[in-house]
């Protein structure tokens, strides 16, 4: 999911499109259906490998002006799919604009395989190019292509005072002469957050609950600032709404270059009441498990904000990073350090999602892939129950990293690895609050077996994307470090595997011990030595995983809004 631009691809990407036009990355759709580049595999195999799941948008229930607010939400997150786009392969959207009309059968399908994966990078292949020859590049098109971390590292070495503008989460590096300059994202893609502000201003007048619609002006200032504070405090107070969205850049997935660049993304949310309503005993717990983490009391933030929404939603739209590649199920925002300090975050649970998520891949695989007891246990309760902590975890540990005696943000301490590092911790300190719970006599002790067999299989599920993304290095590097302990083990007879429910408690403490160590140090050498010893996929594991052909590797969203891009 990291990509960016490398210069072979303008002339061979852009025909039909101006030199003026390349030049300025403004996209100008064109059919390139006789002169494209041609897929390096075979891109129909990779499509079959996917779920097409319908997400309809339903009416039923909805006044007249509640529909209208919706299509205003949609409107606004379309524009903000338009920037995702640029800042992830500007001319993968070229190519995958110029193939709109194109008739052929093979055309359609790496213009869809485009969409799958936003650019021309294969997540199921390590973000090996699909098309055309450029390799990925770690910054996408968020920094100068070919720029290096050295490069970034000894400029602001010797311009200290361009540090906090070239690592800004909300600003495109770009050379000017020998310079680096930081361009702030509101003025790079003002062409859409303008109108995406204005629909969310529409939007706000169509809403009839106040605080939804204040949020709703105050996001739209927010867009046109790059000032989330306030509106991100606005919507961790929105708790029990009947719609809410997410709608800004907040996650890093595509800079592996500094570790701390935002690309945009949206989600248009409808209230799951009867769903939400379960889900106040895990938010109950959350300032007690925060403070039995194994780690120093000074490294624990303060559990004031840990009392703070947990929602089931049903999204009919999603766009930018939550509609391409990994399609997450659960997320938990905003990322910002302050907020958790002072309120902590909210944690949205995507049910529709989750439950083609369950039905069509993590179920199927642990059939395939675990011993069958043990496969049995997994189901739609135990992985909701390890997705809403993990969700939950996200918010609880360090809240920064202590760097030679001063706070720094954990992202820029760790790096290009913070990802992958941040995503294993949710993993794991969310284990370790279900055992936690389970020893309190909060959760039946006798649920340990279907907690960890949804996990695991969950985990098998991830790592079948390939390893590139932060997630699935998240999860291959929790799998091996629980084969080393032998909590999972495989029965080289059978290719099955199964889990030791005491020796996984076990690696459970452990693993959260040394993550969260990691971003209480900082340590970027310790992260990077981690994620590399752990990293890398058995060989036993991917030939089991070749024989999983039959279940998709994850779903495909079609939404009754189409796919826009301007």
């Known amino acids: 999911m990291k990509i960016r631009i490398v210069a072979i691809a303008a002339s061979t990407l852009l025909c039909g499109v101006s030199a003026s036009a390349q030049s300025a990355r403004v996209i100008t759709p064109g059919p390139v259906c006789a002169n494209h580049p041609q897929p390096t595999g075979n891109v129909a ?76 990078y294969d997540l199921l292949e390590g973000n090996k190019p699909f098309i055309g020859t450029p390799s990925e590049a770690p910054g996408r098109a968020l920094y100068p292509a070919g720029i290096t971390r050295k490069e970034l590292d000894d400029y602001v070495a010797a311009h200290p005072e361009k ?47 106040k605080a939804f ?77 925060q403070d039995a983490l194994p780690i120093p009391a000074a490294d624990r933030p303060s559990n004031v904000g840990h009392s703070t929404p947990m929602e089931v939603m049903d999204t009919p739209f999603r766009s930018g990073d939550l509609r391409h590649g990994y399609q997450a199920v659960a997320d938990n925002l905003p990322n910002d350090p302050r907020i958790h300090a002072e309120k902590g975050t909210k944690k949205i649970f995507f049910k529709n999602f989750m439950d083609a998520r369950v039905n069509y891949v993590v179920l199927p695989i642990g059939k395939l892939l675990m011993r069958e007891d043990q496969a049995n246990l997994a189901s739609m309760e135990g992985y909701l129950a390890v997705v809403v902590m993990h969700e939950m975890s996200h918010g609880l540990g360090p809240a920064y990293s202590r760097v030679n005696g001063k706070q720094v943000d954990i992202r820029e301490a760790i790096g290009s690895t913070f990802s992958g590092v941040e995503e294993a911790k949710a993993d794991i300190v969310g284990l370790y609050g279900l055992g936690w719970m389970m020893d309190k006599g909060i959760l039946p002790k006798a649920k340990a077996g279907d907690y960890y067999a949804s996990h695991v299989a969950g985990i098998f599920r991830t790592v079948r994307f390939g390893v590139a993304e932060a997630h699935a290095k998240a999860e291959m590097m929790q799998f091996n470090y629980f084969t080393e302990q032998g909590a999972i083990t495989r029965d080289a007879k059978t290719g099955k595997y199964a889990i030791d429910i005491v020796k996984m408690r076990g690696a459970i403490a452990s693993l959260a011990k040394e993550l969260l160590e990691i971003e ?6 310790r992260a990077d030595n981690w994620m590399t010893k752990y990293g890398t996929m058995p060989a036993d594991l991917k030939a089991a995983l070749a024989k999983s052909g039959s279940v998709p590797v994850d779903v495909d969203p079609v939404t009754s809004f189409g796919e826009v891009v301007k």
Request: aromatic share 10%.
């Open 45 to 120: 195999a990779q499509l079959s490998k996917f779920r097409t799941v319908s997400v309809p948008f339903s009416t039923k229930g909805l006044t007249a002006n509640e529909v209208k607010m919706v299509r205003k939400l949609v409107e606004a997150g379309q524009n903000l799919e338009s920037i995702f786009w640029r800042q992830s392969d500007p001319e993968g959207l070229a190519l995958y604009q110029g193939l709109t009309g194109c008739p052929g059968a093979k055309e359609q399908q790496v213009r869809h395989f485009l969409l799958i994966n936003g650019g021309r």
């Open 520 to 525: 209480a140090t900082g340590d970027r050498t």
């Open 163 to 209: 540090k906090a503008e070239i690592f800004n989460p909300w600003t495109v590096v770009k050379r000017s002469g020998n310079a680096l300059v930081g361009i702030p994202y509101h003025v790079e893609f003002a062409k859409w957050l303008v109108p995406a502000a204005d629909a969310l201003r529409a939007a706000a007048s169509l809403s009839t609950d």
């Open 213 to 289: 619609a204040n949020f709703l002006r105050l996001r739209a200032d927010a867009l046109l600032t790059d000032d989330y504070y306030k509106s991100d405090l606005a919507w961790v107070d929105l708790e029990d709404r009947k719609f809410d969205i997410i709608m800004a850049p907040y996650e890093t997935y595509l800079d592996d270059l500094l570790g701390v660049k935002t690309s945009y993304g949206s989600a248009v949310m409808i209230r799951n009441a009867a769903e939400s309503d379960k889900l106040r005993m895990y938010k109950k717990y959350a300032a007690a498990i």
